[in-house]
């Protein structure tokens, strides 16, 4: 059987570094079947920049064997205040995602998956790739936050009804709070982590208390 990976950029927001600086950054919705993927359904926020990472990530990584498809071109006037420029560019972003993840060599990087997944800063995830982190690409991936929908149809309809929602569906940044908590509570949630190997379990403790 073919197996599905559906992948949709959207509600892009504003976020503002300080007073004189913003940015946009635009949710990332991943529903898949896929053994390829741990993580059947999730949902972070990336900014334009972090595609251009990923994107420079993949052809290195590939050794120019793929040819990967082109990101939206950078607009040297592009305005946070323009629907028309901000729609195309989630557009762009979408449809690079959508080529990428038809490529079965692709689907094998981790940055591939941290991207998606994890939703690390750069440098941390490029400190996980290569294994500089206390946590690895997997734990990174279960640890982060996770907006749940319960079928493909509901994901569809959450895309078309809070488009324009201001609440912050940014659930996770870095692994270590989620990672922690983990550990504390793992009696409360012992069916969840019995599936965890005690390999995977020592890792966490490590991590909880590092500082």
Not at 113 to 130: G, P, R
């Amino acid at each position: 059987m073919q197996q599905i990976i559906s992948v949709w950029v959207r509600d892009p927001r504003i976020r503002k570094n300080d007073f004189w600086h913003a940015y946009i950054d635009y949710e990332i919705c991943l529903h898949t079947d896929s053994v390829c993927f741990t993580k059947k359904v999730s949902s972070v926020r990336r900014r334009y920049s972090e595609f251009v990472w990923l994107r420079q990530k993949l052809q290195a990584n590939s050794l120019l064997l793929v040819h990967l498809p082109a990101l939206p071109p950078k607009n040297p006037f592009f305005s946070l205040n323009n629907a028309q420029q901000i729609t195309q560019r989630m557009k762009g972003l979408q449809t690079f995602l959508e080529q990428i993840l038809q490529n079965p060599l692709l689907l094998s990087d981790s940055c591939l998956h941290l991207f998606l997944q994890s939703q690390l800063s750069v440098s941390k995830m490029q400190a996980c790739a290569a294994g500089r982190t206390h946590y690895s690409v997997a734990q990174a991936v279960q640890g982060c936050g996770l907006r749940r929908f319960h079928s493909a149809e509901d994901l569809q309809k959450d895309i078309s009804t809070s488009c324009d929602s201001d609440s912050d569906s940014s659930e996770c940044r870095d692994p270590e709070p989620q990672i922690k908590d983990l550990a504390i509570n793992k009696a409360k949630s012992a069916p969840s982590l019995d599936l965890m190997r005690a390999s995977q379990e020592e890792t966490l403790s490590r991590t909880s208390d590092s500082p």
